[in-house]
């Protein structure tokens, strides 16, 4: 199917272990992002890309590692999970082609638990 | 990048339009002002882009004046539907691209 999407949708976890969540865009975008929601609170940036094997930090980096070694994909890996990682993670893409300045266009989220 | 601030929240009634009014008075030259919308338990969506002057599309319109240091999404006859969160983003343009500061937006509730 087209567009962007995310998996799990879902995940419980423990403190201390890895965590890996996929993102992947079907648009070819050259951006892409990872933000997470803490409850009742706003979208806060994570990492994102610009362009394959081109990633960057955003507010919130710290505990969190990405890789983007094929434009479509951009995972985010939880490298040793801690409970105040609980949060619901959203991806994004979005590209500058024609009239569409970066807009972003967001995957349905995965809401990640850490027990 | 430009930090935007917007009300917290905003209460309307049906039918009514509804204007939410951001700041973002260190915007750059190059960059747009982008506004989403986010319902419960879903990712945002895009409502309306623009640059300066005005911007309509079928659902909001968006008023920016010439000093582009704020500006105003208006949404015409508000429906129950409406209830949602919303965001104003200064989308940075080529090198900027990729720093994005949603803050945690205005949140709109639409009463019967």
């Known amino acids: 199917d087209a567009g962007i999407t995310q998996s799990p949708r879902y995940k419980i976890t423990e403190t201390g272990r890895q965590v890996t969540l996929m993102c992947h865009q079907t648009?070819?975008?050259?951006?892409m992002f990872w933000y997470r929601q803490d409850l009742g609170h706003g979208l806060r940036l994570i990492y994102y890309s610009a362009a394959a094997d081109i990633t960057d930090k955003g507010e919130v980096p710290d505990g969190y590692v990405v890789s983007r070694s094929k434009t479509e994909n951009f995972p985010l890996t939880l490298e040793s999970a801690t409970r105040s990682q609980t949060s619901v993670y959203f991806c994004?893409?979005?590209?500058?082609?024609?009239?569409?300045?970066?807009?972003?266009?967001f995957g349905a989220g995965t809401r990640l638990s850490v027990l | 990048l430009a930090k935007t601030t917007q009300p917290i929240s905003m209460d309307s009634y049906e039918g009514q339009e509804v204007n939410i009014t951001c700041s973002h008075n260190n915007i750059a030259t190059n960059d747009y002002i982008t506004w989403y919308q986010q319902f419960p338990s879903q990712g945002p969506r895009f409502i309306i882009q623009g640059y300066k002057t005005k911007v309509t599309n079928e659902v909001a319109s968006l008023f920016i004046p010439a000093d582009r240091k704020s500006s105003t999404l208006s949404l015409p006859r508000v429906s129950l539907s409406d209830t949602a969160v919303y965001y104003c983003l200064v989308t940075g343009y080529n090198t900027n691209a990729g720093k994005s500061t949603f803050g945690d937006g205005t949140t709109l509730t639409v009463k019967p």
């Open positions: 994004a893409s979005s590209d500058s082609v024609g009239d569409a300045k970066n807009i972003q266009y």
């Open positions: 648009w070819s975008h050259s951006y």
